[in-house]
């Protein structure tokens, strides 16, 4: 039972490339997060999708965008990098009704 | 400006002792208050989790106690062992916005030998 799976772990950039992050689910959950978390911040919201085709921007969505495709997965793509976007990004995805289920996180350094 | 505020940044206990964090929240619309706990190199996973209507919660050696009044709400672990060793986040939802939580900045706990 994978559950929420995250590609890659780790991923070092440089200033201006761009990349994208794949979110997969195997729970068939309708809702699915992208969150990052910087020290003594907390996990903050980037963007979300209540379900396959929709999204919607949270609390820090400028220099991301994102797309759901399909039900199972939810890609974070960064199309400029910077520095101020190294982070570790952790994707979540929950039932209608039910609990948040993390992924493992993805580290991302950009130089 | 940070809707939940969470302290302390980090707390060292001893083994066998009480660990507590403290969580305050501005929005009277929050209506879920979750913990969860996170150890290096994993994502959060929900601990315990308490609404409103009611004080206070256990669960095993973790208890979540709540002060509607006073907007606050904490966590405590009973008799800490070197396992707890991890970080704690406390979080806040609206009813009606599902699992959309807003997080508080995080609690590293070390519990000594």
């Known amino acids: 039972n994978a559950g929420v799976t995250q590609t890659p772990k780790f991923r070092v950039l440089k200033t201006g490339q761009s990349m994208t992050l794949l979110c997969a689910q195997d729970?068939?959950?309708?809702?699915m997060y992208w969150y990052r978390q910087d020290p003594g911040m907390g996990l903050r919201l980037i963007h979300y999708?209540?379900?396959?085709?929709?999204?919607a921007k949270g609390e820090v969505p400028d220099g991301y965008n994102v797309s759901r495709l399909k039900k199972q997965n939810f890609l974070l793509g960064l199309e400029s990098a910077a520095p101020s976007q190294t982070s570790v990004y952790f994707c979540?995805?929950?039932?209608?009704?039910?609990?948040?289920?993390f992924g493992s996180g993805t580290q991302l350094s950009v130089l | 400006q940070q809707q939940v505020k969470q302290s302390p940044q980090s707390l060292i206990v001893q083994k066998g002792g009480i660990s507590i964090i403290n969580c305050a929240y501005e929005?009277?619309?929050?209506?879920?208050f979750p913990w969860y706990q996170q150890f290096p190199g994993k994502g959060p996973a929900l601990l315990i989790a308490?609404?409103?209507?009611?004080s206070e919660k256990k669960e095993g050696r973790f208890t979540i106690s709540f002060n509607k009044s006073a907007k606050q709400f904490s966590l405590h672990i009973m008799d800490s062992q070197p396992g707890d060793s991890a970080t704690y986040f406390c979080?806040?939802?609206?009813?009606?916005?599902?699992?959309?939580?807003?997080f508080g900045g995080g609690t590293r706990l070390m519990v000594k030998p």
């Open positions: 929005n009277t619309a929050f209506d879920y």
């Open positions: 979080a806040a939802s609206k009813r009606n916005a599902g699992n959309m939580l807003t």
């Open positions: 999708s209540v379900g396959e085709g929709t999204t």
């Open positions: 979540a995805s929950h039932p209608a009704r039910g609990k948040l289920f």
């Open positions: 308490i609404r409103p209507d009611v």
């Open positions: 729970m068939n959950h309708e809702y």
